[in-house]
């Protein structure tokens, strides 16, 4: 039962340069999202997908691009890293209603030099 | 728009002591409320969550949260805590939706 799977766990970029962080989940949820978390602000939401081919901005999307072919996979994708994207990255996923537990991967510690 | 604000962002307390993390929530529509622990490089997890009914709710590791709907609190508690309750908590909350809005976090340091 592997749950919602990161990868990679760590990366350092140079300024600039773009990457993918992968994430998958094997639990059929239709809700999945990606969130920073930064010292003293808790995780902010950065885009959100509510099933196959609908996704939407949250709280902080700038800089940051993401797509839903699947129900299982929702990369996101560093544009052009900036050094204010260093941060801890989640990917999270959950059933399509409110009150339901959402379900975090194991983070990704992006590093932007 | 919902906010979630935990006042404390860093909780020193000894093992075996009570604790206490507490959290306000704003919000104009019916809200859920949850507590995530996240343990030093994991994820989060669900320690407990309030829908509706008892305002009482216990979640996993003896930790327990009382709804207190006219102080829009929903503070998280345990009577004695262990080494291993060291980690960083969340409270978070959803309205109809499955979007989650977070807190800033409390780290809670359990010493000897």
């Known amino acids: 039962n592997a749950g919602v799977t990161q990868t990679p766990k760590f990366q350092v970029l140079k300024t600039g340069q773009s990457m993918t962080l992968q994430c998958a989940q094997d639990?059929?949820?239709?809700?999945m999202s990606w969130y920073r978390q930064d010292p003293g602000m808790g995780l902010r939401l950065i885009h959100y997908?509510?099933?196959?081919?609908?996704?939407d901005q949250g709280e902080v999307p700038n800089g940051y691009n993401v797509s839903r072919s699947t129900t299982e996979d929702f990369p996101l994708r560093l544009l052009s890293a900036a050094p204010s994207q260093t941060s801890v990255y989640f990917c999270?996923?959950?059933?399509?209603?409110?009150?339901?537990?959402?379900?975090f991967g194991q983070g990704t510690r992006l590093t932007v030099v | 728009a919902q906010s979630v604000t935990q006042l404390d962002s860093q909780v020193p307390v000894f093992e075996e002591a009570p604790v206490e993390l507490r959290c306000n929530y704003s919000?104009?529509?019916?809200?859920?409320l949850f507590w995530y622990v996240q343990y030093p490089n994991q994820g989060l997890q669900l320690l407990l969550k309030?829908?509706?009914?008892?305002?009482l709710v216990k979640g996993i590791n003896g930790f327990e949260a009382e709804f207190n709907k006219s102080q829009t609190s929903f503070h998280l508690r345990k009577p004695s805590v262990h080494i291993s309750d060291t980690a960083e908590y969340f409270c978070?909350?959803?309205?109809?939706?499955?979007?989650?809005?977070f807190g800033t976090g409390t780290r809670l340091q359990v010493t000897l």
């Open positions: 999270a996923s959950s059933y399509l209603s409110a009150g339901t537990e959402a379900f």
């Open positions: 919000s104009s529509v019916s809200v859920y």
């Open positions: 309030y829908l509706s009914g008892s305002t």
């Open positions: 978070a909350s959803t309205g109809t939706a499955s979007k989650l809005t």
């Open positions: 639990m059929n949820h239709e809700y």
């Open positions: 997908s509510v099933g196959a081919g609908i996704t």
